[in-house]
Nanobody, 123 residues
Framework: VRLEESGGDSVQTGGSLRVSCDVT????????LAWFRRPPGKEREGVAS???????RYVDSANGRFTITWDRTENTLYLQMTNLQPEDTGTYYC??????????????????WGQGTQVTVSS
C-alpha cells in the first residue's frame, strides 16, 4: 500500500481547498479510504471516509462543508473543503485499510497512512 498526499496550502477563513492522495492499494476484496487530520497540539482525528461500495461518511464538523471523493480511474482520493475555519488547520493524512463497507467509518482503525499535507486557515 502506498499513499501520498498533496495540495495542502494556506487559505483565508471562508476559503476552499482540495487536497489529494495518490493511492496504491493492496489486493483487497473490499476496502475503506479515509481522511484524517491532526490539529496543532491535538490528537489525530477522522474527518471523512469512503468505502469500496462508494458510501461516504463524515464527522459532524465536516458534514456539509467537506466532500470526499474516490476516483478509481485515477487512483486518487480527494477531499474538497469549503467554508474553511481556523479550527480546520492541521496536517491532513489519507489512510487505507481492507475492511467491509459496514466497518468503513472515519472513526475506524487504519493501518496504512500517507506522510501528510499541511493545511493552514488564517483569520
Amino acid at each position: 500500500v502506498r499513499l501520498e498526499e498533496s495540495g495542502g496550502d494556506s487559505v483565508q477563513t471562508g476559503g476552499s481547498l482540495r487536497v489529494s492522495c495518490d493511492v496504491t492499494l493492496a489486493n483487497w476484496w473490499t476496502y475503506c479510504l479515509a481522511w484524517f487530520r491532526r490539529p496543532p497540539g491535538k490528537e489525530r482525528e477522522g474527518v471523512a471516509s469512503v468505502g469500496s461500495d462508494g458510501r461516504a461518511r463524515y464527522v459532524d464538523s465536516a458534514n456539509g462543508r467537506f466532500t470526499i471523493t474516490w476516483d478509481r480511474t485515477e487512483n486518487t482520493l480527494y477531499l474538497q473543503m469549503t467554508n474553511l475555519q481556523p479550527e480546520d488547520t492541521g496536517t491532513y493524512y489519507c489512510a487505507a485499510e481492507g475492511k467491509v463497507a459496514s466497518d468503513c467509518r472515519p472513526e475506524g482503525w487504519f493501518g496504512n497512512w500517507g506522510q501528510g499535507t499541511q493545511v493552514t486557515v488564517s483569520s
